[in-house]
Every structure is written in C-alpha cells, then in structure tokens.
C-alpha cells in the first residue's frame, strides 16, 4: 500500500485551500455580506482544530500534520508580508505630512476611544471568571482586550476600498493614513502588555538601526533601474521583517515600514496593481486559512456568545464615537465620519493575530480568545453592506482631500 508523503499531503491542504471558501463564496453568493476573503477565515477556522478538528480528529491529524502546518505557515508569512509592504508603498507619507493635524487628530481619537470602550468591556469581564489566564496581571489583560477592540485590519481594509472602488481617492487614501497609524501603535502597545525589557531594549535598537539604513536605501533605490528596484525591494523587505522580528515589533510591522519608506513613484502603477492582484490570488489565500488554522479556541458556553456582543458593540461604537469627534473637530461634512469610522472598525485578521499573541503569552484564556474572534468576523462582515449604501449617497465625499 502507497504511503503518503508530505508532499501529498501539503498538495491535499493547498485543495481544501483553494477550492472550499471559494465553492461556499461563489455557490451561496456572499460575496455582499461576506466577501472571499471573510469566507477563507471562515473556512480557516471551522476547518481547525477547534470545529472540524474537534469533531473528527483522525481528519484533522492526518490532512494537517505538523510538517504541512509549517510550510502553509511559511507561504503565509511571505504572503502578508508581501501585501502589507505594497500597503505601505502605496500609502503617501508626504500628503500624510501635508495633513498631519488631520491625520494625527482621527488616528488618535480612532485608536484610542475604542481602546477605553474596550478596556470598560474588559474591567466587566474581570468580575467573572475564567476569562484572564492564570498568572497575567490584570492590567494586562484590560489593555489586552482593549486595544483588541480598537484595531484595525490594513490589509482587509484595503480590499475593502479596493472593492468599492474608493482606494485610489482621496478618501481611501486618508483612510488608509489613519489605519497606518493605528497600526503601527498597535505593536508598540503589545510591546508594554508583553512588558519584555530585553524586547523593549532590542526595539530601540531597531528604530535607530532602521533610520540610518533607510537613508543608505533611499539613495540606492533612486539610482536604480525600475526593475532591479522590484528585486532589491524584495531583499529589503526580508531584511525589515526579520530585523522587526527579532525586535519584537512582528515581522508584520518591519512589512509595512519597508513599504512606507519606499515612493510609489519609484515603480510603474500598473505594474504594482499587478502584484497586489496577483498576491491575492496566488498566495494570500493561504494565509487566509492558516490564520484559522492555527487557533485554538473552545466555546465555554453562553457567556462565550454574550462577551463577544459587549465587545462588539464595544468596538464599533468606540470607534464610530471617536471619528465623529474628529469628523466635529475638522469640521468634516454630515456622513463622512460614519463612511470613515465603518472602514476603520474592520477587524479580522490583525485582531486575530493579536489575539493569538496574548493568547500565546497567557494573557487571555481560550474562552476570551473565542469571544474575540467571534467579535473580529462579524465587525468585518458588518463593513461592506453597512458602508456602501452610505456611499451611493453620498458619492461626493470620496474626492474629498481632507
């Protein structure tokens, strides 16, 4: 009898990968409540360890063996880093710049009212138990959660506008400037919750290390070719993610610094379209369902269901509350901080790797990390049918600069 292989076995995975979500998103039509990318995490997690895995173990054991989960864990990291790093070129640090008080006034507020919100949900989640993991301090857990619920996902965000044809504009572009701050906060904010001084030590190393490299870069890139630009981005951007890495900042945070530092004037537009539309069809995927692969949540009940709704209403009325203040401090025009604050509550895959860090580091228990992710899909599943019809109203606002 034929013994099967690893190779086998990967090629199985890459099937299920590939062909599941998209048989489920094209058969049911989903594409509006839950377009591809939603349906891959979806699918990622019921495919898991804690749904199907759970419930025929022998399945889970043989298709997805450790051997497998580390080479689609591979693909996956290259794959995000890949996307993010477009994310960051194509983001215009220099019109960030031009509107710093802008920018500056609704990432804050965008960050940091769903941040109190959510660590209110946390301070009421510390009256009962099992929800903190044995040995984490508390302040640990309420900042945890808190910035849990004040995330933004940049990646699914960009699909998002890409999908509504906003990216390009002006208002995607100021979307995307504030999510990019938020994002970057967001580590920095995971870096104190881990309270690793070693780590802390290593991340200012880092940052002064990057600043003097991305000077020497800069000067390269500019003499340069634009096709021996692409090869040497690349290079670049293995050596950000590792240097971020090993930082303790993620590998996904190196990414996105490679990217902003580098001009979208360096490579030719459509070139670039190609590359993000390829990386999505190509490789992102994988990382879509190696994401839910690598949970590990078990449902603890009613009370499971009940947090994830506190910390949903939580997360988007923290947020919507905080970009209405910036939308009456700017002055923005009626509906435009709701078009905004929608967006920017997407959650999905970057709260979902949060959350595994905490849950990693035993911070949260498996009962919190489940009403998280519970949170994550239906805050991201919430965005297109809310966000659009909003925008048919209100088309003006999309060429809005500021």
């Not at 903190?132 to 699909?159: D, R, Y």
């Not at 490679?258 to 390829?278: C, N, T, Y």
């Not at 990382?287 to 988007?316: E, I």
């Amino acid at each position: 009898m034929h013994a099967i292989t690893t190779t086998e076995l990967f090629l199985i995975a890459m099937l299920i990968i590939f062909s599941v979500p998209y048989l489920i998103w094209r058969f049911f039509k989903t594409d509006y409540y839950a377009p591809l990318v939603v349906v891959q995490i979806i699918a990622g997690i019921l495919l898991g360890p804690g749904v199907l895995g759970a419930a025929y173990p022998a399945y889970y054991e043989f298709v997805f063996t450790p051997a497998v989960i580390q080479s689609l864990n591979a693909i996956a990291w290259w794959a995000v880093m890949l996307f993010v790093m477009i994310a960051g070129i194509e983001l215009d640090l220099k019109k960030a710049w031009e509107h710093r008080r802008e920018s500056s006034i609704t990432a804050g507020l965008a960050l940091g009212t769903p941040l109190i919100f959510g660590c209110v949900a946390a301070l009421g989640m510390l009256i009962f138990p099992g929800w903190i993991a044995q040995g984490a301090e508390e302040w640990q857990f309420v900042l945890g959660v808190g910035m849990a619920c004040a995330v933004t996902a940049l990646p699914i965000l960009i699909l998002f506008m890409e999908k509504m044809e906003i990216l390009r504009q002006p208002i995607g572009q100021r979307i995307l400037r504030y999510a990019s701050l938020d994002d970057i906060a967001i580590w920095g904010v995971l870096a104190i919750i881990l309270l690793d001084w070693t780590r802390v030590g290593r991340q200012a190393g880092f940052l002064l290390v990057f600043i003097i490299a991305t000077l020497v870069f800069r000067k390269l890139m500019v003499r340069l070719q634009e096709r021996d630009r692409w090869y040497v981005s690349l290079i670049w951007l293995a050596a950000c993610g590792l240097a971020a890495d090993w930082a303790g900042l993620h590998y996904m945070v190196g990414a996105f610094l490679a990217g902003a530092v580098m001009d979208s004037e360096w490579f030719d537009q459509e070139k670039m379209d190609l590359l993000r539309h390829h990386v999505l069809l190509v490789i992102m995927p994988v990382f879509f369902l190696s994401t839910g692969l690598r949970t590990n949540w078990g449902v603890g009940g009613v009370m499971v269901f009940g947090a994830a709704a506190v910390l949903l209403v939580a997360s988007v009325t923290g947020k919507l509350a905080g970009v209405h203040m910036a939308g009456k401090i700017l002055k923005w025009e009626k509906g435009e901080a709701s078009i905004i604050g929608w967006l920017l509550q997407t959650k999905a895959l970057i709260m979902i790797i949060f959350a595994n860090i905490l849950l990693d580091k035993k911070v949260i228990t498996n009962e919190t990390f489940t009403a998280l992710l519970l949170m994550a899909v239906a805050s991201t599943m919430l965005t297109v049918p809310i966000v659009s019809p909003k925008l048919k109203k209100l088309r003006a606002l999309i060429t809005r600069s500021s």
